[in-house]
């Protein structure tokens, strides 16, 4: 894990245990409270409080079920004292769960009905323990400012949603995009190959005249195939196409990635490209090639645009057995079943992209995958083709970004 994710992890936790601290000081108060009043009434509101702290604790988990208890002992107790005319009062713990819960609620339930409906039911049942007070008048205060409280935690809520929902769309948006082009793109190389297969089949159909009886149904077999799928997949790649008319290409090749890094070069930062041995344009499938040479201008145009102060960049294209630990250990996480020493992989038989850029901190915007759309658009495309992807800091200060394919 690099010191930013680190970094993150730790303020998330802290986060939460302020959180918590802040409701357990509350709790205590209301335990003061109800130890000094020696009303009965007013116990009731600790119980809340209790389940309410419990259901904060457990809302990673059991956010509904936590939420759907503490309103339901809430408003239980609120009738409860109310019919009997009991003089109580709300809970501090009591009333601060429930707006924790209100933010969280409208941030992850799903769906956002389901979300409005809970945040809902939680103003009425903070209005409802308004009922636990005798004086009217401060009934009535007490209710206006639960309302007000309840308007900022929906607020912060709602808020935090719209973010995320915002987020998602983009992230879709970007995934929908490279999709698109991964589709023009495999449409093009598989194309290119079918239209060959249909071409000697029609050359070895005329020349095999000789013999219809021995090759000809096969080989019309043949023909007939490739056509059709051509056909299929045109038409199918022209509905994802739409009005696209750009230019069509079997693909990328080695040449291509070097001249792209010369370019790149000659604006700065420098560039050391390395083509490891035994790679060439034949080594590599054609779709592998051509997603390899989008991974490698997405890295370097991240070095041009979030890290202005790089002293250079190091790009280097090899075999692999594919053991490295921090990509495997993605690739676990995710389930996988590619794993180094499958005997379905030997040794030697992935290729792998690595691009460092030196001499500038990484930019904490795209220090994981969901950061950087960039990012997310060459995860799909790398996740696409059986490969994987990952992005970080190194040890040694570095921005690594790593592709990997089995062969």
């Not at 007013?42 to 503490?70: D, H, Y």
């Not at 945040?119 to 308004?130: D, I």
């Not at 696209?244 to 604006?267: C, I, K, N, Q, Y």
Request: net charge neutral; glycine share 10%.
């Amino acid at each position: 894990m690099g010191e930013t994710n680190r970094l993150v992890y730790w303020v998330k936790r802290l986060s939460e245990i302020v959180l918590i601290g802040w409701l357990l000081l509350l709790l205590l108060i209301d335990v003061l409270v109800v130890a000094g009043s020696g009303n009965g009434a007013t116990w009731p509101s600790l119980v809340c409080g209790v389940v309410g702290v419990a259901a904060v604790l457990w809302r990673r988990r059991r956010r509904v079920g936590g939420f759907v208890a503490l309103l339901a002992v809430s408003f239980l107790c609120s009738l409860v004292i109310g019919i009997a005319e009991g003089n109580g009062t709300p809970g501090l713990a009591e009333i601060g769960t429930l707006l924790v819960l209100t933010v969280g609620g409208l941030r992850a339930i799903e769906p956002v009905r389901r979300a409005a409906l809970f945040s809902l039911a939680a103003m009425v049942v903070l209005e409802a323990s308004c009922v636990r007070l005798n004086e009217t008048t401060a009934s009535v205060v007490t209710g206006f400012l639960l309302f007000v409280s309840w308007s900022f935690a929906a607020g912060i809520g709602a808020y935090l949603r719209f973010q995320q929902e915002r987020r998602r769309e983009a992230v879709e948006s970007v995934r929908r995009a490279e999709r698109l082009e991964l589709a023009r793109e495999l449409h093009d190389l598989v194309a290119h190959h079918i239209t060959g297969i249909v071409v000697q089949a029609q050359a070895a159909k005329v020349v095999a005249e000789r013999k219809p009886e021995a090759v000809i149904p096969s080989l019309e077999a043949i023909a007939g195939a490739g056509a059709d799928a051509l056909t299929s997949m045109r038409r199918l790649v022209s509905v994802l196409r739409a009005q696209d008319e750009a230019t069509r290409s079997p693909g990328s090749t080695l040449m291509d990635m070097r001249t792209m890094v010369e370019r790149f070069s000659t604006a700065g930062p420098q560039v050391a490209f390395d083509i490891g041995q035994g790679i060439t344009d034949g080594t590599v499938a054609p779709e592998v090639m051509t997603t390899l040479h989008r991974v490698l201008q997405e890295s370097l145009t991240n070095v041009r645009r979030h890290a202005p102060g790089t002293g250079w960049v190091e790009v280097d294209l090899r075999l692999t057995d594919g053991s490295d630990p921090r990509v495997w250990a993605k690739s676990r996480r995710a389930g996988n079943g590619w794993e180094p020493g499958n005997p379905e992989n030997p040794a030697g038989d992935a290729v792998r992209l690595r691009v460092r850029n030196y001499g500038s901190a990484s930019d904490v915007r795209i220090s994981h995958l969901g950061g950087g759309f960039g990012l997310v658009g060459m995860a799909e495309r790398v996740e696409a083709l059986g490969g994987r992807l990952m992005a970080g800091p190194t040890h040694s200060g570095a921005w690594e970004v790593t592709a990997e394919f089995p062969l």
